[in-house]
C-alpha cells in the first residue's frame, strides 16, 4: 500500500509570495492533516480535513489555508509568506472517526520551505 | 502553554543498553497516547501507542508506560540499537489517534552511543 505522498519535497519562495503544498494520503483514508514543524516550536497542528470539509483547525493566522478534493488529495496554501513560515510542512492521513479504533496517523515526508 | 511536555532534549545511551524517554501532559481529555521517531528529512514514524485505559503497551524492543494519575508516560527501547538514533516525539490525542489535532512534545533527541 503506497504510504502518504507529498509534493514538492523542496521549495524556496521569497517573502511575500504565494505557494500550495500538495498531500496525497493513503488509499483509503479520507481525513487528512495538516502540520508545521519548526526547530522551536516542535509539530504544530494547522488543520484537519475529512470529506471535503475542514473540520478542526490550529492556531494559525488566516494566511494558512486549505482545501480537500473529493479523492481525498488535500492541498495546504500559505499566502503572503513571511521568513517564519520558513519549516517542515507534514501532511498526515488517517481513517475517518467513524472507523476509527485507536488507530495512528500516518505522515509523509514532508515539503521542506525555505522563504527568502 | 505546552501541553504535552518532552523535558530532555537529548539523550545519550550506550548500545545494548536500556533508552526511557519521559513525556508528560496536562490535558485530562487526552485518551490516546503515541510515540513518532523521526530521521531528519523525513515525515515522523508510528513507533507505538497506548489507550488510556491500559497501563502498558509492549511491541518488541518498544514498551511504552502510562500513568495516568501522574499524567506521565514513557518509552522504554530495550536493548537500544544504533537504528535507533533518532528524534523521539510524544503525541497526545483526544480524538482516538487519528491525524486530527495530535498534540506533539518538542521531541527528544537519542543518540546511541556504540
Known amino acids: 500500500k503506497a504510504g502518504v505522498t507529498q509534493t514538492p519535497r523542496y521549495l524556496i519562495k521569497t517573502r511575500g509570495q504565494q505557494v500550495t503544498l500538495s498531500c496525497s494520503p493513503i488509499s483509503g483514508h479520507r481525513s487528512v492533516s495538516w502540520y508545521q514543524q519548526t526547530p522551536g516550536q516542535g509539530l504544530q497542528f494547522l488543520f484537519e480535513?475529512?470529506?471535503?470539509?475542514?473540520?478542526n483547525k490550529g492556531n494559525f493566522p488566516g494566511r494558512f489555508s486549505g482545501r480537500q478534493f473529493s479523492n481525498s488529495r488535500s492541498e495546504m496554501n500559505v499566502s503572503t509568506l513571511e521568513l517564519g513560515d520558513s519549516a517542515l510542512y507534514l501532511c498526515a492521513s488517517s481513517l475517518p472517526p467513524s472507523d476509527r479504533a485507536n488507530t495512528e496517523a500516518f505522515f509523509g515526508q514532508g515539503t521542506r520551505l525555505t522563504v527568502v | 502553554d505546552q501541553q504535552v511536555k518532552q523535558n530532555s532534549p537529548s539523550l545519550s545511551v550506550q548500545e545494548g543498553r536500556i533508552s526511557i524517554l519521559n513525556c508528560d501532559y496536562t490535558n485530562s481529555m487526552f485518551d490516546y497516547f503515541l510515540w513518532y521517531k523521526k530521521y531528519p528529512a523525513e515525515g515522523p514514524t508510528f513507533l507505538i501507542s497506548i489507550s488510556s485505559i491500559k497501563d502498558k503497551n509492549e511491541d518488541g524492543r518498544f514498551t511504552v508506560f502510562l500513568n495516568k494519575s501522574a499524567k506521565h508516560l514513557s518509552l522504554h527501547i530495550v536493548p537500544s540499537q544504533p537504528g535507533d538514533s533518532a528524534v523521539y516525539f510524544c503525541a497526545a490525542s483526544a480524538a482516538g489517534g487519528g491525524a486530527d489535532g495530535l498534540t506533539f512534545g518538542k521531541g527528544t533527541h537519542l543518540i546511541i552511543q556504540p
Open positions: 480535513y475529512f470529506s471535503e470539509t475542514q473540520r
